[in-house]
Each structure stands twice: as structure tokens, then as C-alpha cells.
């Protein structure tokens, strides 16, 4: 049977199973599951199960409805989908869940990095280090130390003569 369960922050480990045909989520007592949480609107979003598995519907919420950081307004849901419910990461689990497959692929950005075995070791002029501009505030530095000495030994001559 179809659960929703909380993965992180103070409801974590929160749970509810998906008996009816919907199931109303959001911080109203009216909802089939209440999350108690400010991110959460009153009444946020529905699950729905239909033949083909089951739908998330966002229903107006203010701080919206994500689907592997994706915002949706209805969307189907496969088994380990990550369900934003305001900022309550949530996942689908169950056996009756449909895993998705590759006619529905999930829409995450990716990034490849290559990394050549025989790739030169040094790093790309633009993150090498300036010297010189290093020995400028040095130079400066003890100028400006040579000119308070300078100051500091000329008031003391004044003040004691």
C-alpha cells in the first residue's frame, strides 16, 4: 500500500498511507494528513490514485508544490520521487507506487566532469597567485610604520621642549 513519508527537518519520519481515492495534505484539521509546519499552506496539495498510479494536484498554495525540485500544479508521481510540500521533503513508497520509466524520464539537471589521467597538473593562470602585489603592501606597510615612528618622536620632542 501507497505512503507518504516526511525525509528531514522536525516532522521527519512522519507518515501516512494513501487508503482513499485522495488524500488532502496541508495545516488545516479539515486535511486527510496535517503537517504542522509555517512553510505549509492550509490547504496545500492532494494525492490522487487513479488506474495509472497516483497524481499530486498543488491546490493554490502559497509557497507552491515541487516534484524533484521541479514546481508543479499536477504532475504524476513514481515510487522515490522527492515531494516538496511548501519546504517538508517528502517521498512516495509502497508497491503499488509505479517506479518511472522511460517514456516519463525525471527532469534533473545534470553535469558531467571529465577528468584526463595524463590532464597537466598546474592550475589555470586566472587562479595562480600575484606576487607582486603582495610585496606593494609590504612596502607600504612599513612606509607607513617609518611615518608614525616619525610622528610619534617629533610630538614627544614637542610636548617635552
Known sequence: MACLVVMDGPLKGRKTVIENGILR????DSNDWLLQDESVSGTHCEVEKDDSGYLLRDLGSTNGTKVNNEEIKEQRIFRNDIILIGEVPVTIEGDDVPEAGDEEPLN??????????????????EFTKKSNSNKIWVVVIVLLLFVIVGLTIMLIRKMAG
Open 108 to 125: 534533473l539537471a545534470r553535469t558531467t566532469i571529465v577528468i584526463q589521467k595524463n590532464a597537466a597538473k598546474s592550475a589555470p593562470k
Open 25 to 28: 495534505i496541508g495545516r488545516r
